[in-house]
């Protein structure tokens, strides 16, 4: 069983390779890359294509188990593959919440079973997410678990995250924050600032953002333990973490797609696929997250991936919930970067690849020689439009319905196997 | 647009059937005792004031004058939708009173109705009469003038017009055929 | 006559020659609030819903007096007395509604933005009754009749709107309106209560209650509401009334002839003295009655649609 992937614009940041190769797979392994290979099995025509290690997202939510009704993992994992994803994290507020083994086990199981691709479970900071005690963390990293976090909700404690991140440390595990100041967030619905003055909707202040990742940048500095930020949405968060870098802090943080593309601006309307956590923002914070793509602050790139029925979210805009679907838009979103100037292919791809595998320390994201052969094969001049009705997910709630897409993954490749080839 | 346009009722003629209507409506009713003059918007409360005028030259005396509006009235408000509301100002009881409805153009007799409607539901005068410029005929409801300037027989595709001059005061009156 | 607007969700959607529109209609329904027989026949057969999610004697009342007042049949739906408490969506509230052919609902909802959910959902018109912090067209439409009935025009008046601006849908809809037909529009009040970037719409800010009335034709009281607007926005009522209340001694300032607005209930003492509610300079009570006349032009020109000729 071997493909061998002829011909096309090989990128792998984290060996600095790019240029036009051939890459050739065998029994489930990258083989070799190299110029004029051949092969026996199938042959992929990359010509004018790009070849990458495959794109990792480390933030969705599976809502396997207990939601089923909005995504389980074998569609949330068919969406990941059909946007170019070979892995994902998924979160851990599932019903039960992913604070036990035994959950840890069912999700990884299924997965190996019926998934489409690699599926790293991120266990609970705490039990049951309501921000008491720790979770089992160093059960929850034998399961399978590189990371933990309640996304979702902050660890309201400052004790209790100065605890998770000392306790993390020496298992190895990354902490991961979903940062917000909750007395400061009230009842705001979205960002706070002109957009919901006007439409007379409770805002969120960036500060409640900020005031959350400065206590646990400085937490993660106290600890030396390994921080990462969520979906970092704002000028100031993006400006911590890089000084925080600059002093040496082990802290890395991400991005959405959503946040470096819609500004508030997206909620007129009182459009309710416009309403996450952590809100679209203004204009200044999305320049702010894009030099942050840009300058390596943000070390990766990830959707929050957070199906719902629509029932969740056919409703008024402030008993909407938050979230929108990402896997299927991401890549597209971030190749207008390049487009526009913002960073280059090489760094985009870092931003998918070796910068997630990084952060929670997975070993993806590269296709060094032996590894497991988990490939992308991106056709960059791809036109499509986004038809909601037409997305894998078994959620359709995104904002970016009928919006045209340049660019698209047409080979996912993991293990070797193909899991999702685009047709025409 | 119209095709032609003829005069059927000048100036003066327009003056002297005003004059012969302020003659009969006193004639008629006696005197102004109890009288009131009530114009429909918008024409017809320009002829009611140029009628006061005439009573008050003939005996001296003003008689009581409103206009009516007629447009929270009409019976066709669901298929001609909405018009703009003018204003309703009859400011004197109508009750027991002699009120004589004035409008320029008497044609289906539904903006009568309609009138009548209105005053209806202002009070309760001891009766209603009713003086027109111009009537063109084709009734649709059993509504008969007390008080007529002139009989124009017309085509349902033709259009009556009275114009008015800035300061309301009529000046002629023209048949518009298609 | 031009007024092609099937629903009215905010006065941000309206013209000044809608606004126009509006208050010369209104003008002309007034006539009838005053006869013995208060009704005319014009909204005969048509069905209209007040659909009401939050509490509201006043504007509830007045847009049902409307309704009767044009004959048309008005129902009441609560939250409290209706199907919505138990949990009903409102997008089956709507299609259940809608299965009875009412030809306008009107709708009150403490969610910002619940009025224009409804309209997208729905065939008949809506009209927006007071969305969370976001509008109150009729309030502002009726409060712009009282003001131009006694400024006679709205250039060049300058308007000081005082209270908590932040969750007053009353400031947002009359300071559209207001700017829209050429007013000064001035707001004031705490801090807490001064919403970000609220400049950018046309407005004045100031945190003074005194420089914001100095020398205005128009001054606008706001509602002060603890209850619902949190502990967190002010220390205590007596203090809102030293810094932001309206008195004898502050009014002064305002205008010899500036006349006193409020949307009602009033707190007395809070944000508006007695002395100054009940003084010859409020206008209060003429903004009720021009309410149910406001109402009763808006059912009409919703409720007849584009004039056909």
Redesign the interface.
Known sequence: MSILIKGGRVIDPAQGIDEVLDVLIEDGKIAKIDKGLKGKGEAIDAAGMIVTPGLIDIHVHLRDPGYEYKEDIVSGTRSAAAGGFTSVACMPNTNPVTDSKSVVDYIVGKAAREGFVNVFPVGSITKGLKGETLSEIGELKESGCPAVTDDGRPVVSGELMRRALEYARPFGVTVISHAEELSLVGEGVMNDGFVATELGLKGIPWVAEDACVARDVMLAEYTGARLHIAHVSTRGAVEIVRQAKARGVRVTCEATPHHFTLTDEAVRGYNTNAKMNPPLRGADDVAAVRAGLADGTIDAIATDHAPHHIDEKNVEFNIALNGIVGLETALPLALRLVEDGVLSLNDLVARFTVGPARAIDIPRGTLKDGVPADVTVINPNLEWTVEPQKLQSKSKNTPFGGWKMKGAAIYTIVGGKVVWRRES | MAQSETVILDHLGIKRALTRIAHEILERNKGVKDLALVGIRSGGDHLAAELQRRIAEIEGEDVSLGAV?I????DD?S???????????IPFPIDGRRVVLVDDVLYTGRTIRAAM??LF???RPRNIQLAVLIDRGHRELPIRPDYVGRNVPTSRDEKIHVEFDESLQPIEVRILKP | MVFRHKHILGIEHLSRDDIQTILDTAENFREINSREIKKVPTLRGKTIINLFYEASTRTRTSFEIAGKRLSADTINISASGSSVSKGETLEDTARNLEAMHPDIIVMRHAASGAPHYLAERIGCSVINAGDGAHEHPSQALLDLLTIRQHKKTFEGLTVAIVGDIAHSRVARSNLYALTRMGAKVRLAGPGTMIPPGIERLGAEVYTDIREAIRDADVVMMLRIQLERQGKTLLPTLREYARFYGLNQENLKLAKGDAIVMHPGPMNRGVEISSYVADGNQNVILEQVENGVAVRMALLYLVAGGESKE
């Open positions: 509006d447009t929270l009235y009409r408000f298929t001609r939708g909405i018009l703009p509301v003018g204003k309703t100002d409607d209105a539901d202002i009070g």
